[in-house]
């Protein structure tokens, strides 16, 4: 009943902008690529969640069915959908937090890096409309290769003139951190209770956890791999990553919202090493990474992995750069 639902999202409406008024915290956060494999579960918790006063989901298709769907839960957050490029504006304009899982995901046998083609242009696309349309929000991207989409991010955001502000991009690789805390269990540890950081970048890392080190550094280095494998080319993760993504989202809207000691690993701009970006714990706060944590001392199997990780996301970064610059 088209008219029905006009009047649900008047009165939806008529409550985000009460909220806003009352003071109470209550932001504004758009989902690239909603209709996905990670966009539809992510809807779903970001709905739940009750830091979000409106969501906007946006994909190139299904963003309606997606937005009827979940519109229909009875929580705080007014949902709104948008199809297509030519809504991609309207979807973006005046959001606070803009979360990007659109783009394809790995079949068995391909690298992240098989991805690029297709993604980096996804990407360059949203970023442009982001650059134009809410150049002040924290920009959480998930799409792969991660450590090539967040400098294509950062290039587009040069390149459109005042709008980057490192501090505002964020690559997503929280998923590498929820897989160490639960591969933790062969420790003995209780996932929940554990906080493991993962440094580098995504899925190239380094980590000291005593005499399972080698174990346990090869099968977070290859969770993706092994759900890429278990699903048999139905694509990658997408329940564990939207749970991750929520947990990353979440804690950003805690620091716009001013919280003190919001801190969790992700990819960004960084002067921990000579690379322009890698992934770190960062303290979030109205400002986004208001700070990047230096790495503690390295033991020898950690400097070795470090070495390692930095020609490899050197490679990943600099494809990103040029693929904007060229
Ligand atoms: P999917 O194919 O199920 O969903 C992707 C969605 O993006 C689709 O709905 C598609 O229509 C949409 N899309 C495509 N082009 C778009 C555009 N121009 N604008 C808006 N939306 C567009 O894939 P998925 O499983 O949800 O994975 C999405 C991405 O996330 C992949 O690149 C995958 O590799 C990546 N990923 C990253 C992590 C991480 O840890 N950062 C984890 C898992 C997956
Ligand atoms: C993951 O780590 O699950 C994601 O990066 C998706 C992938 O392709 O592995």
């Known amino acids: 009943q088209p008219s029905n639902l006009q009047m649900e999202g008047n009165s939806s409406l008529r409550r985000a902008d009460c909220r ?25 918790l970001m709905k739940m969640n009750p830091l979000v006063s409106v969501l906007h989901l946006y994909d190139v298709v299904n963003s309606p069915g997606v937005t009827a769907d979940v519109s229909h839960m009875d929580t705080g957050a007014v949902v709104r959908g948008f199809l297509g490029q030519p809504q991609l ?34 990407v360059r696309t949203l970023c442009e409309g982001i ?4 150049p002040n929000a924290i920009v959480n991207l998930i799409s792969n290769p991660v450590n090539s989409t967040v400098p294509i991010a950062a290039e587009v ?54 005499e399972e080190t080698e174990y346990l550094t090869n ?21 564990s990553m939207a749970y991750a993504a929520v947990k990353f989202a979440d804690a950003c809207l805690r620091g716009l919202r001013g919280d003190a000691g919001v801190v969790e690993c992700a990819f960004v701009a960084s002067q921990v090493t000579e690379l322009p970006f890698f992934a770190s714990k960062v303290r979030i ?7 990047v944590y230096q790495l503690g001392p390295l033991n020898e199997y950690e400097r ?8 490899e996301l050197a490679a990943s970064i600099q494809k990103g750069v040029s693929f904007i610059r060229k």
Do not use: H, W
């Open 20 to 44: 806003a008024k009352g003071g109470a915290p209550g932001f504004k956060v758009a989902i690239l690529g909603a209709a996905g494999g990670i966009g539809q579960p992510l809807s779903m």
């Open 304 to 311: 070795a992995g470090m070495e390692k990780a930095k020609k």
């Open 219 to 239: 099968r977070i280095q290859n969770g993706g791999t092994e759900v890429v494998e278990a699903k048999a080319g139905a694509g990658s993760a997408t329940l």
């Open 131 to 134: 650059s134009k349309c809410c």
């Open 285 to 291: 706060g109205r400002n986004g990474a208001e700070e």
């Open 157 to 210: 955001f040069k390149k459109a003139g005042g709008t980057y502000d490192p501090k505002r991009l964020l690559g997503v690789t929280m998923l590498d951190v929820v897989r160490a805390n639960t591969f933790c269990e062969v420790l003995g540890l209780d996932p929940r209770e554990v906080d493991v950081p993962v440094v580098g970048g995504k899925a190239s890392l380094l980590i000291d956890f005593a």
């Open 89 to 122: 504006e309207n979807a973006l304009t005046g959001m606070d937090l803009v979360i990007i899982p659109a783009g394809v995901p790995r079949k068995p046998g391909m690298t992240r890096d098989d991805l690029f083609n297709i993604n980096a242009g996804i």
